[in-house]
């Protein structure tokens, strides 16, 4: 089976940088994603990672340690419109394009 | 312009009846899923499929029913058994096989409230 873990809710300044942590246990890893959605809305892919690492695509980027099963969502330069939950999801192998998901993190950017 | 698209956007149900939420994608993925989120939690598996007609029961399918008689639509029956449905149901497709950085892609969601 698997085991994800994210905080709940985070709160930051804009302007600011934010970390997102996501914790996994799973029995055979072929991929970690990250999406963000806004409330009501549905949720977009941000981020994949598979090897260790960072992957960065403009403000946002996205870290993996296998051996720790641990990876992060890194946000720069915060702005008002990036308040919305982040959801890390990881891929298991032989398990097609299944994907099972953290609870989320609630993140609210103030002025 | 290929996408996912969910109807209706909101639902409404009386006790003891049967509602039916739709979803189509002309992506011409094989893999389709359904999710359910309560409010401040994340995405738990009500059904999938790999596909046509095939589905599997996920995480807490009791009380809900699918089909996929085509590629393009997978829509979901939220029956009189399940007890508590007020949710946002999210559907979702992707490549059946795992394909690096392709991976689910969701439609805008139906929000359901029970009367």
């Known amino acids: 089976g698997q085991n994800i873990d994210q905080p709940t809710e985070m709160t930051a300044t804009e302007g600011a940088i934010v970390q997102i942590n996501c914790t996994y246990q799973?029995?055979?890893?072929?991929?970690l994603f990250w999406y963000q959605q806004h409330a009501g809305e549905a949720p977009t892919f941000l981020s994949y990672?598979?090897?260790?690492g960072l992957e960065e695509k403009g403000r946002f980027s996205s870290f993996l340690s296998r051996s720790k099963g641990y990876s992060y969502l890194l946000l720069k330069e915060l702005q008002m419109k990036d308040s919305a939950s982040y959801l890390c999801?990881?891929?298991?192998?032989?398990?097609?394009?299944?994907?099972?998901f953290g609870g989320g993190t609630r993140l609210m950017v103030k002025p | 312009d290929g996408g996912i698209t969910q109807s209706p956007k909101y639902l409404f149900r009386k006790e003891g009846q049967n509602v039916t939420l739709s979803c189509e994608q002309n992506?011409?993925?094989?893999?389709m899923y359904w999710y359910r989120q309560d409010p401040g939690q994340g995405l738990r598996l009500i059904y999938y499929?790999?596909?046509?007609?095939?589905?599997q029961k996920g995480d807490i399918a009791e009380g809900y029913s699918v089909s996929r008689e085509k590629k393009e639509s997978f829509p979901l029956t939220v029956t009189s058994a399940q007890k508590n449905p007020t949710a946002f149901y999210l559907c979702?497709?992707?490549?059946?096989?795992?394909?690096?950085?392709?991976?689910?892609?969701f439609g805008p969601g139906t929000r359901l409230l029970v009367l």
């Open positions: 979702a497709s992707s490549p059946r096989g795992a394909g690096g950085r392709e991976t689910q892609y």
């Open positions: 799973t029995s055979g890893f072929n991929g």
């Open positions: 990672n598979v090897l260790d």
């Open positions: 999801a990881v891929r298991a192998r032989n398990a097609g394009n299944m994907l099972t």
């Open positions: 992506l011409n993925h094989d893999a």
């Open positions: 499929s790999q596909i046509v007609n095939d589905f």
